[in-house]
T-cell receptor, first 109, second 111 residues
Framework: EDQVTQSPEALRLQEGESSSLNCSYTVSGLRGLFWYRQDPGKGPEFLFTLYSAGEEKEKERLKATLTKKESFLHITAPKPEDSATYLCAGGDSNYQLIWGAGTKLIIKP | NAGVTQTPKFQVLKTGQSMTLQCAQDMNHEYMSWYRQDPGMGLRLIHYSVGAGITDQGEVPNGYNVSRSTTEDFPLRLLSAAPSQTSVYFC??????????FGQGTRLTVV
């Protein structure tokens, strides 16, 4: 059965303290690993798509990487405005998205 | 550029009532979907459509109906609301195998 698991459930960091979020996946015929950001009361907002192991993408303080079993979202020197819930999803062979439960990131000033 | 528009933002229903959640997109996307989001769980797919006139069930379709008469619109109907349908509902659209764009969500409470 296709599955996506994110860890940790919640992460509290001090401003400037770098860390990583994990997304482990078992998705047959993976057609892309997607990262989204979700702010309270809002819909998910697209960040990155990774298609093959070894691929990396960056946007400001965020960098996403992909292996054959996991994806990581690295956050470098985060700011309070980076506080949000980060979601990952695997695209399966039918182009459906299999979603993880998310990691709630809190950055304290 | 409106993107994906959902209405209403908030709704309270009594058990047994019916209602329609509206979703419209202006990006000419062929793929549209409805999800529900519950605390501690990932987004769960209710129904989806790969084009006008074509719909299919997702992971949790019971108690919901959809139709897709135009490319732009994809309404979700609750036939007889139950407390278990209390949730936040999101509509999304995309081109095939590209990133999905989400609406702002509808927070539904069934009492």
């Amino acid at each position: 059965e296709d599955q996506v698991t994110q860890s940790p459930e919640a992460l509290r960091l001090q401003e400037g303290e770098s860390s990583s979020l994990n997304c482990s996946y078992t998705v047959s015929g993976l057609r892309g690993l997607f990262w989204y950001r979700q702010d309270p009361g809002k819909g998910p907002e697209f960040l990155f798509t990774l298609y093959s192991a070894g691929e990396e993408k960056e946007k400001e303080r965020l960098k996403a990487t992909l292996t054959k079993k996991e994806s990581f979202l690295h956050i470098t020197a985060p700011k309070p405005e980076d506080s949000a819930t980060y979601l990952c999803a695997g695209g399966d062979s039918n182009y459906q998205l299999i979603w993880g439960a998310g990691t709630k990131l809190i950055i304290k000033p | 550029n409106a993107g994906v528009t959902q209405t209403p933002k908030f709704q309270v229903l009594k058990t047994g009532q019916s209602m329609t959640l509206q979703c419209a997109q202006d990006m000419n996307h062929e793929y549209m979907s409805w999800y529900r989001q519950d605390p501690g769980m990932g987004l769960r797919l209710i129904h989806y459509s790969v084009g006008a006139g074509i719909t299919d069930q997702g992971e949790v379709p019971n108690g919901y109906n959809v139709s897709r008469s135009t490319t732009e619109d994809f309404p979700l109907r609750l036939l007889s609301a139950a407390p278990s349908q209390t949730s936040v509902y999101f509509c999304a659209s995309s081109s095939m195998n590209t990133e999905a764009f989400f609406g702002q969500g509808t927070r539904l409470t069934v009492v």
